[in-house]
């Protein structure tokens, strides 16, 4: 497996609309599997392809794993919300494209998709609680949606002077990275 690229806010990749994923084949399987990775050893619970620069319908979800949990990773190619509930959460979100920053964003409570999985079968789950939130954060990647634009224009104002203070410092710490 191979860790691969991030691609950070405002980087244009994150703002195209995805191009539908071929079959699953070796190859694929093998994007996925880094995919995995690199969502693992950045921390994140989901992955989304245009964050690794594939402009591609294809994610990666572990919302399960933590120090306690071994994880059950969820691949998904060409992901499609087939139903939604009327009933909605607000929850913090964060993004590993959007690295450091974290918001409030509002979501359905559960959402059905349809998708197809790592073995190339077609599949259909009810994604319920942060499952839930995980699945319409990362498809929203697919479609050139960052959660920064669900939220306040002012809250989100706020948020990138913050990131773009933090990148300048970091810059500073670390001349030569
Ligand atoms: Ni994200």
Redesign the pocket.
């Known amino acids: 497996m191979a860790r691969l690229k991030l691609y950070e806010y405002p980087h244009p990749v994150l703002r195209q609309k995805a191009e539908k994923a071929g079959a699953v084949d070796k190859k694929m399987q093998k994007f996925l599997d880094d995919m995995l990775e690199t969502m693992y050893e950045d921390g994140?619970v989901?992955?989304?392809a245009p964050?690794v620069g594939v402009s591609e319908r294809i994610l990666v979800i572990d919302a399960e794993r933590d120090e306690n949990h071994p994880g059950n990773p969820i691949y998904m190619v060409n992901p499609e919300i087939v139903w939604k509930s009327e009933e909605k959460v607000v929850g913090e979100?964060?993004?590993?494209?959007?690295p450091g920053q974290k918001a409030e964003v509002e979501r359905y409570a559960s959402v059905r998709v349809h998708y197809t999985d790592y073995h190339g079968k077609e599949q259909e789950i009810l994604a319920e609680d942060f499952l839930a939130i995980v699945v319409q954060?990362?498809m929203?990647?697919l479609d050139g949606i960052?959660?920064i634009d669900r939220i306040s224009r002012l809250k989100r104002n706020m948020l990138i002077k913050k990131l773009e203070k933090e990148r300048k410092e970091k810059a500073v710490e670390q001349p030569h990275s």
Not at 93 to 98: F, I, P, R, T
């Open positions: 994140g989901g992955l989304a964050q979100e964060g993004c590993l494209s959007v954060h990362e929203d990647h960052l959660y």
